[in-house]
Structures are given as C-alpha cells and as structure tokens.
Nanobody, 131 residues
Framework: QLQLVESGGGLVQPGGSLRLSCAAS????????IGWFRQAPGKEREGVSW????????NYADSVKGRFTISRDNAKNTVYLQMNSLKPEDTAVYYC????????????????????????WGQGNQVTVSS
C-alpha cells in the first residue's frame, strides 16, 4: 500500500521543540518533492515548508522562517520537520504531502503547488503548543 505515515506530534510548552517525521511506504520518497501543511481549527490549510526532490532546496512560510527546518533522509525514505521556539499559534494538525514532478523544478514551483495537487498525503499529526 502506497502511503505516507507521520509521527512525532504532541503537546509542548511555548518555546519548546518537536520533530515531525513523514515516512513513505511502498514508494521511494527521494523522487518526490515534499510539502508540510497545517490546519488550525476554523482556519484554512496553509503551507509551512517545502523541499525539492532534485537538489534539496527548501522554503518556508514567513510565520515559521528561522524556527522550522525541513530535511530529508533518502536512505530512511523519510522527511522531517524540526520545529523550534514553538508558539501557541503553531497549534494545528500538520500534514506532509508528496508530489512527483514531471521534470526537475525549482523550489518556487513546489511552493506554489496547491495542497490538492500533491500525489500522497500523510494522515495528519496534532501539534499543540500550550502551557
């Protein structure tokens, strides 16, 4: 079965850190660009971070720039989102998504993808930042 399996969410105090993992099952994640999205209650899903499949270029939403880091370990078929200096407004369900580009594309192209253009989605992982 082709799927993305997420792990690593939970409850953390403001200023704390969490690392989300997104592991591919049944396919090779190295060929896919990855996006991390989040959705807070009553809000639309928003893009948080992206990484290309070709050269590992990355991009971040302004709201998380300098605090979050996206990375990939192709040997483990896994992508990570390291989240530091967490704030209550980071509370949301986080989703990873994978998209196979038809050719080599820039990070700008990956960043511009709508969430419904991705090929695979993770199940979602709750992150709660609260004291």
């Amino acid at each position: 079965q082709l799927q993305l399996v997420e792990s690593g969410g939970g409850l953390v105090q403001p200023g704390g850190s969490l690392r989300l993992s997104c592991a591919a099952s049944g396919f090779t994640l190295a060929s896919y660009a990855i996006g991390w999205f989040r959705q807070a209650p009553g809000k639309e899903r928003e893009g948080v971070s992206w990484i290309t499949s070709s050269n590992g270029s990355t991009n971040y939403a302004d709201s998380v720039k300098g605090r979050f880091t996206i990375s990939r370990d192709n040997a483990k078929n896994t992508v990570y989102l390291q989240m530091n200096s967490l704030k209550p407004e980071d509370t949301a369900v986080y989703y990873c998504a994978a998209w196979m580009p038809p050719y080599s594309v820039t990070i700008a192209v990956v960043t511009a993808l709508r969430w419904d253009e991705y090929d695979y989605w993770g199940q979602g992982n709750q992150v709660t930042v609260s004291s």
